[in-house]
């Protein structure tokens, strides 16, 4: 009777296993690698890597297109020999990710080597990451961007802040322990809401000193300790541009690795129109102005190769497409003209 109940439990689980989505099979397999050390070293010599260079992704120019290149175990073996360089480079390495047939993606940053010989050994060159993230393919910019978040606090959190000793990674890089002490540490992101504040028929735009020439962009700040979203934002808008909020909604969120790993809240703000007169804190911003639905239309078509003028003046443009205040000024647009 008990091989029958087994049996009936195989069964079971297997059609349960099957029925799962391809994305529950995977998250349960990244899960698996962040937990089984074992598991994950066996990952690493059948996975792939993205390269970094003191943080810089490394970047392959195709014609016009930047790809992202993700190069095997056995590739990253050769060049590490031809190095000179052990394979416990390998276990610097931190998982980010992998494909739907559960091919794990790793990053590793090669940033004590010699990158003109990487570069020329791999036929393209490693870019600053603002860069990267605005022109390669979509789909390769999240990675990117988690891979470079998750290295950089590697990097900055090798000692136990309470003992002062040295902290060990695991394998995947999901998490950093102290052996003197038991403390384990995980990577933690900053919360952030960035509002896009309308009066109802104008939309209010922002610069700092810092940013490019002519560069508008919605409002943002951290979330101070004990806020909620809807507090931060409310308290945001009145530092920067003295305005009170009325409403808000929520829009959605992003991961975004500046200045560290934050997350951006993304949200809509309502002022009243009566109270729309800008006081702007000038220790903050450079610039901040309502902008009309025409100005927004022909905002949004500039690039910022193009904005400059003869007279040495900027016109406004916007940050790009794959920035989470371009939607939300988007959505501001379409519910204009809806």
Same mark, same amino acid.
């Given at each position: 009777?008990?091989?029958?109940?087994?049996?009936?439990?195989?069964?079971?689980?297997?059609?349960?296993?099957?029925?799962?989505?391809?994305?529950?099979?995977?998250?349960?397999?990244?899960?698996?690698?962040?937990?089984?050390?074992?598991?994950?070293?066996?990952?690493?010599?059948?996975?792939?890597?993205?390269?970094?260079?003191?943080?810089?992704?490394?970047?392959?120019?195709?014609?016009?297109?930047?790809?992202?290149?993700?190069?095997?175990?056995?590739?990253?073996?050769?060049?590490?020999?031809?190095?000179?360089?052990?394979?416990?480079?390998?276990?610097?390495?931190?998982?980010?990710?992998?494909?739907?047939?559960? #091919?794990?993606?790793? *990053?590793?940053?090669? =940033?004590?080597?010699?990158? $003109?010989?990487?570069? +020329?050994?791999? %036929?393209?060159?490693?870019?600053?990451?603002?860069?990267?993230?605005?022109?390669?393919?979509?789909?390769?910019?999240?990675?990117?961007?988690?891979?470079?978040?998750l290295l950089r606090w590697?990097?900055?959190?090798?000692?136990?802040?309470?003992?002062?000793?040295?902290?060990?990674?695991?394998?995947?890089?999901?998490?950093?322990?102290?052996?003197?002490?038991?403390?384990?540490?995980?990577?933690?992101?900053?919360?952030?809401?960035?509002?896009?504040?309308?009066?109802?028929?104008?939309?209010?735009?922002?610069?700092?000193?810092?940013?490019?020439p002519g560069m508008f962009?919605?409002?943002?700040?951290?979330?101070?300790?004990?806020?909620?979203?809807?507090?931060?934002? #409310?308290?945001?808008? *009145?530092?920067?541009? =003295?305005?009170?909020?009325? $409403?808000?909604?929520? +829009?959605?969120? %992003?991961h975004w690795p500046f200045?560290?790993?934050?997350?951006?809240?993304?949200?809509?703000?309502?002022?009243?129109?009566?109270?729309?007169?800008?006081?702007?804190?000038?220790?903050?911003?450079?610039?901040?102005?309502?902008?009309?639905?025409?100005?927004?239309?022909?905002?949004?078509?500039?690039?910022?190769?193009?904005?400059?003028?003869?007279?040495?003046?900027?016109?406004?443009?916007?940050?790009?497409?794959?920035?989470?205040?371009?939607?939300?000024?988007?959505?501001?647009?379409?519910?204009?003209?809806?």
């Amino acid at each position: 009777m008990a091989a029958v109940y087994q049996a009936l439990h195989r069964r079971v689980s297997s059609l349960a296993c099957r029925l799962h989505s391809t994305y529950v099979r995977k998250m349960r397999y990244l899960n698996q690698l962040k937990e089984d050390d074992s598991l994950c070293r066996q990952a690493q010599t059948s996975g792939t890597f993205y390269l970094f260079h003191n943080l810089s992704p490394f970047l392959q120019k195709v014609g016009k297109k930047y790809l992202v290149p993700q190069l095997s175990a056995a590739e990253m073996r050769q060049i590490l020999e031809k190095l000179q360089e052990a394979e416990q480079w390998m276990e610097k390495s931190v998982l980010i990710g992998c494909s739907d047939e559960h #091919r794990p993606r790793f *990053a590793l940053d090669l =940033g004590a080597l010699d990158k $003109s010989v990487i570069e +020329s050994e791999l %036929q393209g060159s490693f870019t600053d990451l603002r860069k990267a993230l605005f022109v390669v393919d979509g789909k390769d910019s999240p990675l990117l961007a988690s891979a470079q978040s998750l290295l950089r606090w590697h990097d900055s959190h090798q000692y136990c802040s309470k003992t002062g000793q040295p902290t060990e990674k695991n394998p995947a890089g999901s998490k950093r322990v102290c052996h003197a002490s038991g403390v384990t540490y995980y990577p933690q992101v900053s919360p952030v809401v960035i509002t896009l504040v309308s009066d109802g028929s104008r939309c209010l735009l922002a610069r700092q000193p810092s940013f490019p020439p002519g560069m508008f962009t919605a409002l943002s700040g951290f979330c101070d300790m004990g806020e909620n979203v809807e507090e931060a934002v #409310r308290r945001e808008v *009145a530092e920067e541009v =003295g305005l009170e909020v009325e $409403s808000l909604r929520y +829009s959605a969120s %992003q991961h975004w690795p500046f200045p560290s790993s934050s997350l951006m809240i993304a949200c809509h703000a309502l002022v009243g129109a009566q109270r729309a007169e800008i006081s702007m804190d000038t220790l903050e911003l450079e610039e901040a102005r309502w902008f009309g639905l025409e100005e927004i239309v022909e905002g949004l078509k500039r690039e910022p190769s193009s904005s400059k003028q003869d007279d040495g003046s900027f016109l406004p443009w916007f940050p790009p497409k794959q920035a989470i205040a371009h939607q939300l000024i988007r959505e501001w647009l379409q519910q204009q003209t809806a």
